[in-house]
């Protein structure tokens, strides 16, 4: 059996990317990183979408609040929403996809 280990990527922008698996294999990649002193502390969940206009759209018709417009980084757009019974989340819309 093969043991996989993370590997943590040097940080930008306060942000580390993690890598869990092998590029042929799945793997539940993501990050660490410091989140805005505004936005609420503890684990923040981001959901990869082909495309973040079309998810924030349906979100907030489901009822949910952008709390973070879509912001654009070298690789990728980032927003963050509330979802109607307060819980967090971002939405991520790699560039390279």
Known sequence: MEANRWKVA??????WAVTTCKN??????????KGP?????????QIEVDSIDEA?????E??????REKMEFDEFYLAYLVDPVGLGFGLIENKNR
């Open 24 to 33: 042929d294999r799945p793997g539940i990649d993501g990050g660490i990183g």
């Open 62 to 67: 489901s009822g949910a609040m952008v709390v």
């Open 56 to 60: 924030i759209a349906k979100a907030v």
């Open 10 to 15: 040097a940080p930008h922008w306060d942000y």
């Open 37 to 45: 002193n505004d936005y609420p502390h503890g684990t923040r969940i």
